[in-house]
């Protein structure tokens, strides 16, 4: 399958585009003119239901939506278009709104480490054992989320946390032996072609690090192009590559993003799963629960469940985060919570390795377990997942009841107290 790109210059050049209104089409120049837009063939061609494209999940998660946007942001911009204003006052107001949007959320450049005298922009090391690195050539993707949270590295063209060497890498791996995982993010590391895969890959076996037991890709190929790993040139050396990591004692775990059963339908998709589970690669899915996409239980058990028989484990759901168009798809904590508990309550034990609804917030990854009530105070209870000190995980603690909020900053300590535990400690870290 060849690989056809469309975005805000060409997206009138796709046939089932003319199904929109020259109205809809407007709305899609607009909120693209703010909010990265990027899909490819396969999404519009295999993935989308055109004849009910207002509605379409997938549709909507690949096409910007009037509502993503204020409704003065929209009008300001849309009258800039309209009246043909020259491009650096439309980039200008542009500017202005990305920025009220939250664009570089949870405090991502205080995970930034220092070695050797320097700032190591390609990785970020926030969780004791597990470093995030960041290859040059995979800072894109195939399509763009419109609930992306790294959408300002596309918009702003801020690769700011991109670096090359793998040689960097390797020697603070082996610097910091308490590291055992390393993630490949993005972007989408699966965009890059095999021959760069291989001189990471092959640059961490050869170093032979005993203390790195996974390798981590981040990536939405699986549901967005999933002939990455099928017909596309470089895919058999690909799997090859996998196949040769693992053989040299290293786990390769495929962080798949999912957002629908859809995405798990195809023969496309099914193929891909199937080859990479074959070349000894663990596949995990994880997705943040949106409003307009999967805030239903029954969509998130089906999710599992289609996942699992396919040989994929369910790993995070995840609550969208507080950037870009957050406001279109947030999900209350009660709903996501609920809705989570519901999923869970109707698969079996081994669907439920998923862990959330989880917030990737700055002091850590905090998971809501649920609503309860203690000496007569209706709270939340929460739990790190992750936290910036490990010794954070796994205490559960309270924050008031609150059936509004939609992330960390609305919630206050339940009982009348002052501050979260970690608040203190977390404070002084980041000083
Ligand atoms: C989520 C995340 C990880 C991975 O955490 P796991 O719980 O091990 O999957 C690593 N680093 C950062 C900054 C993260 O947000
Ligand atoms: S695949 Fe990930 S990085 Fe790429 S647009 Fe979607 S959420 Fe953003």
């Excluded at 992750?386 to 309270?398: A, H, I, L, N, Y």
């Amino acid at each position: 399958m060849q690989y056809k790109q469309y975005s805000l210059h060409n997206f009138r050049q796709i046939p089932q585009i003319n199904i929109l209104t020259e109205e809809q089409k407007f709305v899609i120049e607009v909120v693209g003119t703010v909010l990265p837009f990027k899909t490819d063939n396969y999404v519009v061609d295999e993935l989308i239901d055109w004849t009910n494209f207002e509605n379409d999940p997938i549709f909507i998660l690949n096409f910007p939506q009037k509502d993503m946007l204020d409704e003065a942001s929209f009008r300001k911009v849309a009258s800039l278009l309209k009246n043909n204003s020259p491009r650096k006052i439309v980039q200008e107001e542009v500017k202005k709104i990305r920025l009220k949007l939250n664009p570089n959320p949870a405090g991502q450049e205080s995970n930034v480490p220092v070695f050797e005298g320097e700032r190591l922009t390609g990785i970020q090391h926030k969780y004791r054992e597990i470093v995030l690195f960041f290859p040059t050539q995979g800072q894109t993707c195939h399509a763009y989320c419109t609930f992306c949270f790294r959408w300002s590295q596309f918009a702003l063209n801020d690769f700011k946390f991109a670096m090359k060497e793998a040689d960097k890498l390797v020697r603070y791996l082996k610097a910091n032996p308490q590291i055992t995982d390393v993630l490949f993010t993005g972007g989408d590391p699966a965009v890059m072609k095999t021959r760069f895969f291989e001189e990471y890959f092959n640059a961490l076996v050869e170093a032979d690090i005993p203390n790195l037991k996974n390798i981590r890709i981040g990536t939405k190929s699986l549901a967005y192009w999933p002939y990455r790993f099928t017909t596309d040139d470089d895919a058999d050396d690909l799997l090859n590559l996998f196949r040769k990591v693992k053989k040299n004692g290293i786990n390769i775990a495929l962080m798949a993003h999912f957002n629908h059963p859809r995405e798990l339908k195809t023969d496309a998709v099914r193929e891909a799963i199937e080859r990479l589970i074959e070349a000894g690669v663990q596949i995990r899915s994880q997705s943040p629960i949106l409003r307009n996409i999967n805030d239903s239980a029954d969509i998130w058990a089906e999710n599992w469940e289609e996942q699992v028989a396919l040989g994929v484990i369910p790993y995070y759901m995840f609550v969208a985060r507080d950037t870009g168009a957050q406001d279109y798809f947030a999900v209350s904590l009660k709903r996501a919570w609920q809705i989570y508990r519901n999923a869970y309550n109707q698969v079996s034990g081994i669907c439920r390795t998923v862990k959330g609804p989880s917030m990737s917030c700055s002091p850590g990854k905090i998971q809501i377990m649920g609503v309860s009530e203690v000496n007569g105070e209706k709270v939340f209870v929460l739990n790190f997942l992750q936290g910036r000190d490990p010794s954070w995980v796994g205490k559960p603690f309270f924050a008031k009841y609150d059936p509004n909020a939609i992330w960390i900053d609305d919630l206050e300590p339940a009982f009348d107290e002052s501050n979260f535990f970690y608040e203190e400690a977390y404070y002084e870290l980041l000083a």
